[in-house]
T-cell receptor
Framework: DAGITQSPRYKITETGRQVTLMCHQT?????MFWYRQDLGHGLRLIYY???????DKGEVPDGYVVSRSKTENFPLTLESATRSQTSVYFCASSDLLGTGNSGTEAFFGQGTRLTVV | DQQVKQNSPSLSVQEGRISILNCDYT??????FLWYKKYPAEGPTFLIS?????DKNEDGRFTVFLNKSAKHLSLHIVPSQPGDSAVYFC?????????FGKGTKLSVKP
């Protein structure tokens, strides 16, 4: 199916564990993003990637690691999960952002609800 | 410091009336701005966007206005419908760095 998919949809993990959230898109979009959504904070950008092997920090990158070895995948890893990382995580992809045109929208996945206990 | 601010956490409007959602930003280097709509347990969905070189963009019932001197944008929904009830996020971007506001919860009452 075409689109952007996140897995798993729900995850419970223990403090200190490593956990990886997966994101896969089928459009060959150059840009991919990871956001977290928390009450009172809206959507905060964790990391983004302009192309394979190019990643940049967003607003809240601490405690997270990303990689982009292939254009279609953008996994997010919490190397040692903490309770403050309990959140809903959204992956998004887009093509040719920042061209000065009307702006190509970013398409979002359904989200991963992560609980760290 | 927040680069994109939505100062109204909620807004209630009567069906058929205009809904106006506001957004302020601090970084004059943003190239483009977007509005998203979000229902519970779903990812945000794109509504409308505007380039920094324009001051208005219209798509059906949705119009976005950009005032660069004031660093302010707004989304107008006319007429509002109960199905428009959702959380609305504004976002601003430059070269892939796409920053969102905290969102405004719109309730459209029949």
């Amino acid at each position: 199916d075409a689109g952007i998919t996140q897995s798993p949809r729900y995850k419970i993990t223990e403090t200190g564990r490593q956990v990886t959230l997966m994101c896969h898109q089928t459009w060959s979009h150059s840009y991919m993003f990871w956001y977290r959504q928390d009450l009172g904070h809206g959507l905060r950008l964790i990391y983004y990637s302009a192309a394979a092997d190019i990643t940049d920090k967003g607003e809240v990158p601490d405690g997270y690691v990303v990689s982009r070895s292939k254009t279609e995948n953008f996994p997010l890893t919490l190397e040692s999960a903490t309770r403050s990382q309990t959140s809903v995580y959204f992956c998004a992809s887009s093509d040719l952002l920042g061209t000065g045109n009307s702006g190509t929208e970013a398409f979002f996945g359904q989200g991963t609800r992560l609980t760290v206990v | 410091d927040q680069q994109v601010k939505q100062n109204s956490p909620s807004l209630s409007v009567q069906e058929g009336r205009i809904s106006i959602l506001n957004c302020d930003y601090t970084n004059s280097m943003f190239d483009y701005f977007l509005w998203y709509k979000k229902y519970p347990a779903e990812g945000p969905t794109f509504l409308i966007s505007i380039s920094s070189i324009k001051d208005k963009n219209e798509d059906g019932r949705f119009t976005v206005f950009l005032n660069k001197s004031a660093k302010h944008l707004s989304l107008h929904i006319v007429p509002s419908q109960p199905g428009d009830s959702a959380v609305y996020f504004c976002a601003a971007g430059r070269q892939g760095n796409l920053i969102f506001g905290k969102g405004t919860k719109l309730s459209v009452k029949p």
